[in-house]
């Protein structure tokens, strides 16, 4: 029997082949890193399991549907990115590893974030941009490390009480929801806060509270008027961006840190400089690494894994 591969099953089981041959490699070396990002993985490696030293797994722009709960067993994960695949539900045991410092789950239909995610309290950064979202859980209190926070391009109309309690929050960024209103919150030491294309019609009065807010940015909501009042108390901020706002107050040029026309890239990567606190971080920069790139081959080290492609075929044929 002859045994044919079309260009699409082929490009397929490279990319298997890849995967398995990144796992047993992290696996023989106790790596601490593993990036399997855009392979097509639609379960997720079971041999990831068993990489009892991985610190950074980066399993992003696949078609993974669940996680396994066993997922658990990974006692050393700081940094999990699971952006970008077809996750519709969590594992219970995902919320089971307490080393979590930082997990990216954007752009997966989720909807809805389980109770559960009150459980990794040692959670720095959380990103959920895209995922459906309409409304975040009582038990994000219990998330007093958080460091940032983003939740881009959902469906959240308002904010739990219990997320005005996490004093340890600097970077906020809610763009592209339904909100309304900011209540009186502990943000005291949010830097930057993004609250664009929303559906305020003022700014709120308790953005006078966070005191060491330096980068603000309420564009693309439909304000109607602007206190100039509330602008004094604000002369803290680098910068208020109110582009796009239909904001018809005079005399707003008097103060300096308020944009009104200028264009302004919104995205970009995050650290500690001022400029990059003045960009909203893109979720992706959990999935760039710079370390252990060799886990995947590139084109030319393909030609490696024809002898495995052969063997494979010949058992097919038989």
Known sequence: MDFFFTAGSLDQLFKKLQVQAAVERAKRSNRHTLILTSFDINHFPKGILELQYLYKLCLSKNALVSLPEEISALENLAILSVSRNKLACLTKGLFCIESLRKLNLSHNPISVLPPEIGQLVNL????LNRTGLRCLPPEIKNLTQLDTLGA???FLSELPHDLY???S????TLSGNQIKQLSETKWNNLIHLNM?????????ASLLGMEKLRYCFFTGNPLKIVSRQLLKGLAHLALLDLRDCGVVN??????????LKKERELEGDSSESDEDWLDSVNSSELDSSTDEQEDIPDAMDKLVLVPFISKYAQGCSK
Do not use: H
Not at 124 to 127: G, I
Not at 196 to 204: H, W, Y
Not at 250 to 259: A, R, S, W, Y
């Open 196 to 204: 664009s294309k929303n559906e305020f019609v003022e700014l709120p």
């Open 152 to 154: 881009r391009g959902n």
């Open 165 to 167: 309690q996490l004093q």
């Open 124 to 127: 720095e950064v959380l990103w």
């Open 250 to 259: 005079v005399n707003l040029e008097k103060f300096i840190f308020v944009e």
């Open 169 to 172: 929050l600097r970077w906020l």
